[in-house]
């Protein structure tokens, strides 16, 4: 079956600018969540979303936000970008929250200029 | 602040030599995993360790988790050019809900022929 997919895999903004990067779970899996990995902080969560609800949140300003639409797909948005945005994002698909079964994706690698 | 340390950050071998991969808590984790990242890819699941003290084996790869689940390690034997990545354990804890994982800071693995 397929796996977790991530687009775009790799874009560039600059400071100001928003983006929104999308996932497609496993089918059959009803749990996404974000993580945000750097060279500095390692893997951070960001949040996690099952049946088009949050269901946690990590330590990130406001500026990220996330939703998941009725087919379990997944999009996350950045507003106004900051330099220290730049990261690759990750995504990963469980059949349910509290499953502890985790599949990312590749990644969508985005630099901020 | 729940916080996974992992160590040696970096690790350069020989092919065919031994190596231990460290991951420690002050907290204890409910469940911990150990993933292999590649470059231009998403973290890999390899191993889930439940029970204090629990032992797995995966062909050369052994893992512990500590009799009091605050620790654990990934012993590789014999390593091969094809061990080569980033090594990341990642704990669940008893707290936190859905599929919330801390991840530690991770050990780049370089094996050379």
């Known amino acids: 079956k397929a796996g977790v997919t991530q687009t775009p895999r790799y874009l560039i903004k600059t400071r100001g600018q928003q983006v929104t990067l999308s996932c497609s779970p496993i089918?059959?899996?009803?749990?996404v969540s974000w993580y945000q990995q750097t060279p500095g902080q390692g893997l951070q969560f960001l949040f996690e979303?099952?049946?088009?609800?949050?269901?946690n949140k990590g330590n990130f300003p406001g500026r990220f936000s996330g939703r998941q639409f009725s087919n379990s797909r997944s999009e996350m948005n950045v507003s106004t970008l900051e330099l220290g945005d730049s990261a690759l994002y990750l995504c990963?698909?469980?059949?349910?929250?509290?499953?502890?079964?985790?599949?990312f994706g590749a990644g969508s690698r985005l630099t901020v200029l | 602040t729940q916080l996974l340390e992992q160590s040696p950050q970096f690790l350069s071998i020989q092919e065919g030599e031994n190596l231990t991969v460290y991951c420690n808590s002050s907290?204890?984790?409910?469940?911990l995993q150990w993933y292999r990242q590649e470059p231009g890819e998403g973290p890999v699941l390899l191993v889930t360790?439940?029970?204090?003290?629990e032992v797995k084996k995966l062909k050369r790869l052994t893992f512990q988790f500590g009799d009091a689940r605050k620790d654990s390690s990934l012993h590789i034997t014999a390593a091969q050019p094809g061990d080569t990545g980033l090594y990341l354990c990642?704990?669940?804890?008893?707290?936190?809900?859905?599929?919330?994982?801390?991840f530690g800071g991770g050990t780049r693995l370089m094996v050379k022929p």
């Open positions: 907290s204890v984790f409910s469940s």
């Open positions: 360790v439940v029970t204090g003290g």
């Open positions: 089918s059959g899996h009803r749990s």
């Open positions: 990963a698909s469980s059949l349910m929250s509290g499953a502890n079964v985790l599949t």
């Open positions: 979303y099952f049946s088009e609800t949050q269901r």
């Open positions: 990642a704990g669940f804890f008893p707290y936190n809900a859905g599929n919330m994982l801390t």
